[in-house]
């Protein structure tokens, strides 16, 4: 069982958005602004698409984008297009004994 | 451009000792950040093992820190993983990663499956 709760899959249509949560506690989510997102298509090793809650790194689309409240953090997906259809991993920082944990993954499938 | 990749055999027998290492270019692991594995076992999601910073500092998954360890050749820009004592439940990806101050990591390798059977 993994550290991080996430929906095991989530859907939408061409165009629209989606939200996939990422549950944690005030030990990691909670605790600090560390929370990633990760892209994982078929096959392919991870890809960075958040980091530190909310940031986008150099050429990940604006349509990407992540929040947090309490000890659920967010990614949101708008404009959904057929490329985005993957897996999606959060992940947070915490502390200094436990250092990383990650979320179970949801699947997104573009419908 | 930075680049990691990883290598080590595709097959290890249980109880015996898992040995990947990390070959990094475009960047010197002295010069800063953290580097660590990560795995994914068949099917399934993302597992942090260990992290070493590159003072040398060292953090371990503590599920798996009896029997892990991490390490850094500055000399060879690269970093290594020994697993040892393991079983078909450590049959997985292994990937190798920077790791930036905010604990996520930015830059992948390829990954590549070690298969633990007798």
């Known amino acids: 069982q993994s550290a991080l709760t996430q929906p095991r899959s989530v859907s939408g249509s061409p165009g629209q958005s989606v939200t996939i949560s990422c549950t944690g506690t005030s030990s990691d989510v909670g605790g600090y602004n560390y929370v990633s997102w990760y892209q994982q298509h078929p096959g392919k090793g991870p890809k960075l698409i958040i980091y530190?809650?909310?940031k986008r790194p150099s050429g990940v689309p604006d349509r990407f984008s992540g929040s947090k409240s309490g000890n659920t953090a967010s990614l949101t997906i708008s404009g959904l297009q057929a490329e985005d259809e993957s897996d999606y991993y959060c992940?947070?920082?915490?502390?200094?004994?436990?250092?990383?944990?990650f979320g179970g993954g949801t699947k997104l499938t573009v419908l | 451009q930075v680049q990691l990749q990883e290598s080590g055999p595709g097959l290890v027998k249980p109880s015996e000792t898992l040995s990947l290492t990390c070959a990094v270019s475009?960047?010197?692991?002295?010069?800063?950040?953290?580097w660590g594995w990560i795995r994914q076992p068949p099917g399934r999601g993302l597992e942090w093992i260990a992290t070493i910073s590159h003072s040398g500092s060292t953090y371990y998954n503590p599920s798996l820190k009896s029997r892990v360890t991490i390490s850094v050749d500055t000399s060879k820009n690269q970093f290594s993983l020994k697993v040892s004592s393991v079983t078909v439940a450590d049959t997985a990806v292994y990937y190798c990663?920077?790791?930036?101050?905010?604990?996520?990591?930015?830059?992948w390798g390829q990954g590549t499956l070690v298969t633990v059977s007798s």
């Open positions: 992940s947070s920082y915490a502390g200094t004994y436990t250092f990383v944990v």
């Open positions: 990663a920077r790791r930036s101050d905010g604990a996520y990591s930015d830059y």
């Open positions: 530190d809650v909310s």
């Open positions: 475009g960047y010197s692991i002295s010069s800063g950040y953290s």
